[in-house]
């Protein structure tokens, strides 16, 4: 008796390890879809400091679409710096 509870419990081991092993990571699958449509939004600011949301959808490092979003809309000090970089403020996919 003792035997087959020893044995029946590595077996529920090495099925559980063998789950656990096999799950897919989160980073893989992200990786894996880099082309896969995605959308966000983000503030466009003009020279006079007036910044607009727009809803941006992107394939990979495609444009789809950019798209003001009504009402959400700041008009910001004319002293005020915009904390982004070059880069973030310029990328849009």
């Not at 008796?1 to 077996?11: H, L, N």
């Not at 897919?24 to 880099?34: E, L």
């Not at 003001?68 to 310029?90: F, L, M, S």
Request: with cysteine; hydrophobic share 35%.
């Amino acid at each position: 008796m003792k035997k087959v509870i020893i044995i029946t419990g590595a077996i529920i081991i090495l099925i559980a390890i063998t789950f656990f092993s096999f799950r897919p990571s989160a980073t893989g699958s992200t990786i894996g879809n880099i082309n896969e449509e995605y959308t966000y939004t983000k503030a466009i600011c003009d020279k006079n400091n007036l910044c607009q949301d727009y809803t941006i959808t992107c394939e990979g490092d495609e444009l789809i679409s950019k798209s003001p979003i009504t009402g959400a809309v700041v008009q910001q000090e004319e002293n005020w710096k915009d904390p982004r970089t070059k880069e973030q403020i310029e990328r849009e996919c």
